[in-house]
Nanobody
Framework: QVQLVESGGGLVQTGGSLRLSCASS????????MAWFRQAPGKEREFVAF????????AYADSVKGRFTISRDNGKNTVYLQMSSLKPEDTAVYYC????????????????????WGQGTQVTVSS
C-alpha cells in the first residue's frame, strides 16, 4: 500500500525559506511521477510543482516559478520542495501526490490524475 508522509511545514516570516519533504513507501518510488499541490483556506487545491520519475523534468505553477524547487532522491524514496522568498499568499496546506506510469493521457497539473496523496503539512507565512 502506497504511503506518502509530508514533513517540514511550519511558521515562517515573509521572505523566509522552508524545505518540505515527502517520504514514500509501499511502492517502487522511482516508477512514480511526483507532485506538490497546496490548498489555502476557502480555496481549491492547486498545482505547485511536478517532477518526472528520473527527476530530469520539472514543472512549476507560475506563482512559484523562480522561488520553489522540486527535487527527488530515488535512493531515499523522498521528494522535496525547497521554498524560498516565501509570501503570505503561499500560506496553505501542502500535499505531495504520486502517480504511477500509465498508458492513459493525463495532465500533471490536474489533481485528480494522481492516485496517491499524503496527509498534508501546514505552511504559514506571516507578514
Amino acid at each position: 500500500q502506497v504511503q506518502l508522509v509530508e514533513s517540514g511545514g511550519g511558521l515562517v516570516q515573509t521572505g523566509g525559506s522552508l524545505r518540505l519533504s515527502c517520504a514514500s513507501s509501499g511502492h517502487t518510488f522511482s516508477s512514480y511521477f511526483m507532485a506538490w499541490f497546496r490548498q489555502a483556506p476557502g480555496k481549491e487545491r492547486e498545482f505547485v510543482a511536478f517532477i518526472s520519475t528520473s527527476g530530469a523534468s520539472t514543472a512549476y505553477a507560475d506563482s512559484v516559478k523562480g522561488r520553489f524547487t522540486i527535487s527527488r532522491d530515488n535512493g531515499k524514496n523522498t521528494v522535496y520542495l525547497q521554498m524560498s522568498s516565501l509570501k503570505p499568499e503561499d500560506t496553505a496546506v501542502y500535499y505531495c501526490a504520486a502517480r504511477p506510469r500509465k498508458t492513459t493521457a493525463w495532465d500533471m497539473r490536474r489533481d485528480y490524475d494522481y492516485d496517491h496523496w499524503g496527509q498534508g503539512t501546514q505552511v504559514t507565512v506571516s507578514s
